[in-house]
């Protein structure tokens, strides 16, 4: 096809850019982001014969529980073909197959025209019944193009249950493009009652229904879905900016009584009389190396990745990179993003570790591509298990996982490991600009309100306030059948995420310092990740008050990799927190007089 043409294009061009040089294995990367990101771009002659495929069968309620097509006893093609998938579509659970039993023609409109007849045996008849009953249904591609129906309908009662058997192909061309394509079952002569015991004999048929159309490829619906939810869109618009100003209004204010506090600070800190109480007392202590230095800078390599790539992922949204419909896409991107950017998690945890003095360089590159990895592939081993075990296309064959450990071996922990010892050797010692005594100044107690936990919650609340309008959405197109498109609405609460987490930290960190406790590192990254704490509690309230989600496959996915997502989320926010913390120490303790 002309997209294989422009893959291998693409491909050829990065790898003619690179050479032999020594960035090959990156270029090569390229190249399967080229693929990845493609789809096809078809052009027919009149009467040419288009490809049709089958897909998925999903429960409506379930959306993450995929079967393949033919798990229900439709008509098989004589010759029985798997489409070649893409990285993106095996990750998104797509196992398409070729329907070579339907004759479609570019343009030509056709009559009743029959698939097949087949003799369904009791328990056939018996897995379309249970398919009804839970509102299952197939998707068809056309032109790449999705087109979903359901496998059957049932009255009210649930004792009458009715098999879809004949489909209409309703398409619009303009010139030699596929413009839309939509798959309509046929009421009345078109359903048949399957009973609740027996065989059954079953006739299936479709028609076709071309129609000219004036709307441009480029402006089909499959590219642009934003205009199919542009109400939808404009209410989430409002919804946001609403939620937003009150969410910023707070966080400047909490903001602007923090500098006048600090003012009043300078101002008697820097006076004739010295005056050694609050956050100046504690100037020999505050730059004291946090316990579990290993671990600690391993977070920050992880987190600071994990930032990079949200942000690049956001970004290509916002572009319009992804096609609206290849959900895989972006999962496999996100590993390929992941594998290149090994080498920040290297370098920046390397260079903390160094700063703050750690010896144990093995540990520390070791925990740094173990930290986030291990957890993600222990919980993908255990929903992995399950979907095999149900039969579910969510279920990554072995040649994929296969694919990925390379990735993870041959890519990622060499450039993990490249990144520690660039940062090693490039970083010098920590500088602060006050020294540090060698025993530490006890704690005084504190009230109950300022302890660790009361902190962190609130620390954690403001911003998951600043985002639960929009994490509804997020969830609706990860956990339902909705498409996700006003990434630019995502990519302004990201960044305002990223800007209130940042303020509520750093005036947390100033009050604690406040009451003279010096202990704010690990407390400054716990605050800031502290959001994805509220994230989690969330998904619990989607599942009960807003889903319909049921049975151990799918319940399994949405808990399992929720959890993923917010370990992510907390890394990330964890380390926003603690940037922003140390600058901010930084700044207030290099601004006032010390002996």
Same mark, same amino acid.
């Given at each position: ?12 061009s ?7 040089q020594?960035m090959?294995?990156?270029a ?9 990101v ?20 999903i429960?409506?309620a ?10 229900l ?6 010759h ?28 030509k ?23 009804i ?16 129906a ?5 009255d ?9 058997t004949?489909?209409?192909f309703d ?9 839309e394509?939509?798959l ?6 078109g359903?048949?009652?399957l ?8 006739k ?9 159309s004036?709307?441009?490829f ?12 542009e ?13 937003l ?5 707070l ?16 101002q ?6 010295e005056d ?8 020999t ?21 994990l ?14 990179v ?45 925990l ?7 957890p993600?592939?222990a ?21 994929t ?43 005084p ?5 300022? /302890?660790?936990?009361?902190? %962190?919650?609130? &620390?954690? #609340? =403001?911003?998951?306030?600043a !985002? ?11 956990w339902?059948?909705q498409?996700f ?5 995502l990519f ?14 750093v005036?947390l ?5 406040s ?20 994230m989690?509690?969330?998904i619990?309230y ?10 151990a ?6 808990? /399992?990799y929720?959890?993923? %997502?917010?370990? &992510?989320? #907390? =890394?990330m926010l964890?380390? !926003?927190?603690?940037f ?8 207030i303790y290099?601004s006032?007089k010390?002996?």
């Amino acid at each position: 096809s002309k997209a294989t043409v422009s893959v291998l294009n693409c491909s050829a061009s990065v790898l003619r850019g690179i050479g032999d040089q020594p960035m090959e294995r990156v270029a090569l990367l390229l190249a399967v982001l080229c693929s990845v990101v493609a789809h096809d771009d078809q052009r027919y002659e009149e009467f040419e014969e288009i490809n049709l495929f089958g897909d998925n069968l999903i429960p409506e309620a379930n959306p993450s529980e995929s079967y393949p097509f033919f798990d229900l006893a439709f008509c098989k093609p004589a010759h029985f073909i798997e489409k070649k998938q893409t990285l993106g579509e095996i990750l998104g659970g797509s196992r398409k197959v070729y329907l070579r039993n339907y004759q479609l023609y570019f343009g030509k409109s056709t009559t009743k025209s029959e698939v097949c007849t087949k003799e369904l045996t009791e328990e056939e008849v018996a897995k379309f019944r249970d398919a009804i009953l839970n509102h299952w249904s197939f998707t068809m591609y056309l032109d790449e193009i999705p087109m979903k129906a359901p496998v059957g309908m049932y009255d009210p009662t649930g004792e009458n249950v009715y098999l879809s058997t004949h489909y209409n192909f309703d398409i619009d061309f303009n010139g030699d493009r596929v413009i839309e394509a939509i798959l309509k079952e046929q009421q009345g002569e078109g359903r048949i009652s399957l009973p609740k015991s027996g065989p059954l004999e079953v006739k299936f048929t479709y028609t076709t229904t071309w129609k000219q159309s004036s709307v441009q490829f480029e402006d089909r619906p499959a590219n642009n879905p934003k205009f199919i939810y542009e109400e939808e869109i404009d209410i989430q618009w409002f919804s946001i900016i609403n939620s937003l100003v009150l969410v910023i209004l707070l966080t400047f204010f909490l903001a602007f009584i923090t500098l006048r506090l600090l003012r009043n600070d300078f101002q008697r800190y820097n006076g004739e009389e010295e005056d050694e109480t609050g956050w100046k007392l504690i100037h020999t202590d505050v730059f004291r190396f946090p316990k579990y230095v290993t671990l600690f800078t391993a977070m920050l390599g992880c987190g600071t990745q994990l930032a990079i790539i949200f942000l690049v992922m956001l970004s290509l949204s916002v572009l319009g990179v992804f096609y609206a419909y290849g959900r895989g896409t972006m999962y496999a991107s996100i590993i390929l993003i992941y594998a290149v950017t090994a080498f920040v998690a290297g370098y920046v945890s390397g260079s903390w570790y160094r700063k703050l003095g750690g010896e144990q360089w093995v540990h520390n590159v070791l925990l740094t591509c173990c930290l986030f990895v291990l957890p993600v592939l222990a919980i993908w081993s255990v929903l992995n298990s399950i979907a095999w075990a149900k039969g579910s296309t969510a279920a990554l064959p072995a040649g994929t996982v296969l694919g990925i450990f390379a990735l993870f071996f041959l890519v990622a922990f060499p450039l993990t490991l490249a990144g520690a010892l660039v940062g090693k050797k490039h970083t010098g010692d920590f500088k602060a600009p006050c020294r540090t005594k060698q025993v530490a100044r006890p704690i005084p107690p504190a009230p109950w309100w300022r /302890g660790p936990f009361y902190h %962190i919650a609130v &620390a954690g #609340f =403001l911003p998951f306030s600043a !985002i639960s309008v929009e994490l509804y959405y997020v969830f609706m197109s990860l956990w339902g059948h909705q498409l996700f498109t006003p990434y630019s609405i995502l990519f302004l609460v990201f960044g305002i995420l990223l800007l209130v987490t940042a303020c509520i930290t750093v005036s947390l960190t100033y009050l604690q310092l406040s009451v003279e406790d010096h202990e704010w590192w690990w407390r400054s990254f716990l605050s800031g990740g502290a959001t994805a704490f509220f994230m989690y509690a969330y998904i619990f309230y989607y599942w009960i008050v807003e889903s319909h989600m049921y049975g151990a496959l799918q319940l399994s996915f949405y808990f /399992g990799y929720m959890l993923i %997502i917010c370990y &992510a989320v #907390f =890394l990330m926010l964890g380390c !926003i927190g603690f940037f922003s913390s140390m600058a901010f120490v930084n700044q207030i303790y290099g601004s006032i007089k010390l002996d």
